[in-house]
């Protein structure tokens, strides 16, 4: 993330987006397909590392590390490239990407829970979780908030207004924070 100055003098925090190069892998009709799809591919990878499927399907377009269907896509052909000049600034777009992994975390840092009171002969129970339960059940209820993995779910946002499009260095400047990691594929449809 970063700050971009308008001319007016205002901050706007920012989240800059580097665009790969992303070819059009193949076009599926609702004729031959039964829906009418877009399949793109990002990324490159050594022939080495494909199956022979996908050395196949993959033989005109190039050695992509990832293939990504988008339906309902209109007047794009196998070859022709998609680039950051599809969108321009002040664009609102919708956000997809895989959250940061936190790892196996206690209530409290999961589900907001406030924790036992820190006084009163309390030794160690300051972040359990308390009762989980009772009374004449024999079973814990299910979706009972406990400790458990957290983050790696895929988050969407929708509605973040893109900044600005820097065609030149392919890197697109989107208004506010993105889930994930630095490296953390981004879908980002307009």
Known sequence: MTQVWSDA???????L??????????????????????????????????????LGHLKTSGKFALLKEFRDVKDLKVGDEIKPETFAAGDLVTVSAVSKGKGFQGVVKRHGFKGGPRSHGQKHSEREPGSIGGG?????????????????DRITIKNLKIVEVNAAENVIAISGAIPGRRGTLVEIIG
């Not at 003098?9 to 989240?15: A, F, L």
């Not at 070819?23 to 990878?45: L, M, R």
């Open 136 to 152: 004449l059940r024999n079973k814990v209820p299910k979706g009972m908030r406990m400790a458990g993995r957290m983050g790696s």
């Open 9 to 15: 003098g205002k901050v706007t925090p920012v989240t």
């Open 17 to 54: 987006i580097s665009t790969g190069p992303v070819i059009v892998t193949q076009v599926k009709t609702s004729e031959k397909d039964g829906y009418d799809a877009v399949q793109v591919g990002f990324g490159s990878k050594h022939e080495k590392n494909l199956t022979k499927a996908e």
